[in-house]
């Protein structure tokens, strides 16, 4: 159930828990974590007696992009370093490719021990 809150420039859609858990295809627990640790933002409760958490659409899309950066192998703690960073440098792209730059450094390290590895095994089966 989405419900509006009026704001000069633009409309806030809020959701609650279960939309946001449909529509971002994760579960509630997954919500509850990230907003426990810090990665969604202007959650709200309007009625402090049900207890219900508002959360605003802009937490959809955080979401999304935090299943993104998960997938290119960023812990939660550089998830939420890039959300900060895109909170307050939307439009910066100097950041963008420093992150991507850094990240890319370390899968090649990753790739670098994983061969050495998997060459070590190879020489231990062929003895």
Same mark, same amino acid.
């Given at each position: 159930?989405?419900? &509006?809150?009026?704001?000069?420039?633009? /409309?806030?859609?809020?959701?609650?828990?279960?939309?946001?858990?449909?529509? !971002?295809?994760? &579960?509630?627990?997954?919500?509850?974590?990230?907003?426990?640790? +810090?990665?969604?933002?202007?959650?709200?409760?309007?009625?402090?007696?049900?207890?219900?958490?508002?959360?605003?659409? /802009?937490? +959809?899309?955080?979401?999304?992009?935090?299943?993104? +950066?998960?997938?290119?192998?960023?812990?939660?703690? /550089?998830?939420?370093?890039?959300?900060?960073?895109?909170? /307050?440098?939307?439009?910066? &792209?100097?950041?963008?490719?420093?992150? !991507?730059? &850094?990240?890319?450094? !370390?899968? #090649?390290?990753?790739?670098?021990?994983?061969? #050495?590895?998997?060459?070590?095994?190879?020489?231990? +089966?062929?003895?």
């Amino acid at each position: 159930m989405e419900y &509006s809150q009026r704001s000069r420039k633009k /409309e806030i859609i809020f959701m609650k828990i279960g939309e946001l858990s449909k529509k !971002a295809a994760v &579960s509630r627990d997954t919500i509850r974590f990230y907003e426990k640790n +810090l990665l969604l933002v202007n959650v709200t409760r309007p009625n402090e007696w049900n207890n219900y958490k508002d959360y605003p659409e /802009e937490n +959809l899309k955080r979401i999304v992009i935090i299943k993104c +950066l998960k997938k290119f192998g960023f812990t939660l703690n /550089e998830c939420r370093e890039v959300l900060q960073e895109m909170d /307050e440098n939307p439009n910066k &792209s100097e950041y963008k490719r420093k992150v !991507a730059k &850094s990240k890319l450094e !370390a899968i #090649n390290e990753q790739i670098n021990y994983l061969v #050495n590895v998997r060459n070590t095994l190879i020489k231990v +089966l062929e003895d």
